[in-house]
């Protein structure tokens, strides 16, 4: 069975062609052009009277992106992953990590010479 013409499938009572007229007129705008370290170019555009963003985030590839075709900023620097010891290692120098140990070692030493349950 061949489903019947509905000509106001999918569409709302009142629904029509909008046009300039219906709507208005749009309000003034400006375009601005900004450019990433991967030589790709965003166009935004903003009401008249905001002010542009200096920088704005590239859509393409998510580095920051400037106004200067010429100087893009550069890719911000990942960090790497540090692990927990690499962040001891920056608070402590190796000898104040030798002296610690040394600290904890004859602590544990003293408290099994005096029979105690450790956990």
């Known amino acids: 069975m061949a489903g019947g013409g509905n000509a106001i499938r999918g569409?709302?009572?009142?629904?029509?062609?909008?046009?300039?007229?219906?709507?208005?007129?749009?309000?003034?705008?400006?375009t601005v052009t900004y450019f990433c370290s991967h030589d790709h170019r965003s166009v935004v555009?903003?009401?008249?009277?905001?002010?542009?963003?200096?920088?704005?985030?590239?859509p393409k590839c998510g580095l920051p992106a400037s106004l200067d075709s010429e100087?893009?900023?550069?890719?911000?620097?990942?960090?790497?992953?540090?692990?927990?010891?690499?962040?001891v290692k920056e608070r402590r120098s190796e000898t104040e990590a030798a002296d610690i140990l040394d600290e904890?070692?004859?602590?544990?030493?003293?408290?099994?010479?005096a029979g105690e349950i450790i956990f």
């Open 104 to 113: 904890a070692v004859a602590l544990l030493r003293s408290r099994r010479k």
């Open 71 to 87: 100087n893009p900023p550069p890719a911000p620097k990942i960090e790497p992953y540090k692990t927990h010891l690499a962040y």
């Open 11 to 30: 569409s709302r009572v009142g629904a029509g062609p909008m046009g300039e007229a219906e709507r208005g007129e749009a309000a003034p705008r400006q």
């Open 45 to 58: 555009t903003f009401a008249i009277e905001a002010a542009a963003p200096d920088s704005w985030d590239c």
